[in-house]
């Protein structure tokens, strides 16, 4: 790469982004890793969420297989009955204001980046600004 930082192993390192990340044919393609254009979650909060709840439900770290199987159980009513309520026309649940928030901003920036009005660099600036990387 041309921009390259002159410091040790950079090109090495900046080889095995591309190769591993970037290029055609690399391990981890760009549309599985790749949320530029998703509309929605872009994280795996909901996984977080039921391992939250699940070590909630079993306090200790080697429960018996029935007690897991009862809490599994447990959980999975819980969910079959939001399920069947937003079947029936129930709202879902609403996600902080926060994260309505920064997606709606999310998705302003990328109109303007794919309506020219920002250079790539100017759309990765104002996300990190957005996101507060740095």
């Not at 950079?10 to 982004?17: G, L």
């Not at 996984?47 to 447990?74: A, T, W």
Request: charged share 25%; aromatic share 8%; glycine share 6%.
């Amino acid at each position: 790469m041309a921009a390259t930082p002159n410091v040790p192993r950079a090109v090495e390192m900046n080889d095995y982004v591309v190769e591993t990340w970037v290029d055609y044919g690399a391990r981890f393609p760009l549309h599985l890793w790749n949320h530029h254009q998703t509309i929605g979650p872009r994280t795996n909060n909901n996984l977080e969420g039921f391992h939250s709840r699940l070590n909630k439900e079993l306090p200790h770290n080697h429960p018996n297989i029935y007690r897991f199987v009862q809490i599994c159980q447990k959980i999975e009513t819980a969910e079959k009955a939001k399920f069947a309520q937003i079947c029936l026309g129930a709202a879902p649940q609403r996600r902080k204001r926060v994260y309505r928030e920064t997606e709606n901003r999310l998705v302003r920036l990328q109109e303007r980046l794919r309506a020219g009005q920002q250079t790539p660099l100017e759309f990765l600036d104002a996300v990190g600004h957005l996101l507060k990387l740095g």
